[in-house]
């Protein structure tokens, strides 16, 4: 079965950068897609960022272009969240999801949360002033 290990979450200062992680065990990580999640206090869980483990393809929420960054490692089975220039709204709970591609051939947008069935424990990051 899919299990997650989710890091890099932290206390940070506005303007600073962080690198959160996801690891993975219990599938063949390059079949899958990964993305990212974020679900701040008194909102809805929205997508930040995707990829496409086996072609390395992105899709990014609008609001955070140029600020985030998803990178992967299939050796590893790690996925990455590079956050750039961090802003008060970036703090959040920040999950990774995984799907198999087999079920996204359709799908064109991929930051839907119901697209994922499978989800990290979360990774709390808290941008201070």
């Known amino acids: 079965q899919v299990q997650w290990v989710e890091s890099g979450g932290g206390l940070v200062q506005a303007g600073k950068s962080l690198r959160l992680s996801c690891t993975a065990s219990g599938f063949i990580f390059d079949t899958y897609a990964i993305a990212w999640f974020r679900q701040a206090p008194g909102k809805n869980r929205e997508g930040v960022a995707y990829?496409?483990?086996?072609?390395?393809?992105?899709q990014y929420l609008d609001s955070v272009k140029g600020r985030f960054t998803i990178s992967k490692d299939n050796a590893k089975n790690t996925v990455y969240l590079q956050i750039q220039g961090l802003e008060a709204e970036d703090t959040a709970v920040y999950y990774c999801?995984?799907?198999?591609?087999?079920?996204?051939?359709?799908?064109?947008?991929?930051?839907?949360?119901?697209?994922?069935?499978?989800w990290g424990q979360g990774t709390q990051v808290t941008v201070s002033s």
């Open positions: 999801a995984a799907a198999q591609l087999i079920h996204l051939s359709l799908v064109t947008q991929y930051l839907y949360t119901h697209l994922y069935g499978h």
């Open positions: 990829i496409n483990n086996y072609d390395g393809r992105t």
